[in-house]
């Protein structure tokens, strides 16, 4: 089992490069203030951060993971799509063949999470998550996926 990441370390891949992670908000959700606070702590701990922003699709998502040659994508959801976007987010990932780990964040009730997880989600984060469980979130879950 790999070490504890904290906000004093480093994010970064197993092969000791920084971890590139898309950020964004999927559909018509406009509450971005919390995916903004976590750009900026996968910034501080060395990641390299690509923020899409708002209304984003899982085509616009994905095809910036390819272009950013990203190793994890993170949306944010605080609409209730959740249970529809989300999956959608990981097929799209699938479909493309990409190797590349979706973690979510925001407002996701407890019931819903084996649901998520069974959909391929890699992580889940809730609001009120410190630093260091986004960071260790992202890097376990890059660890996980083998992204080199």
Known sequence: MSEPTTTTSKALRPDGQPIRVVLAKMGLDGHDRG???VARTLRDAGCEVIYLGL???????VAAAIDEDADAIGISMHNGGHLTLAPRMVD???EAELDTPVIVGGIIPDVDRPTLTD????????PGSSDTDVIVAVTEAVRAAGST
């Open 35 to 37: 995916l903004k606070v």
């Open 55 to 61: 209304r984003q699709s899982a085509a616009t998502i």
């Open 92 to 94: 799209a990932v699938v």
């Open 119 to 126: 959909a391929g989600v890699a992580a889940i984060l809730s």
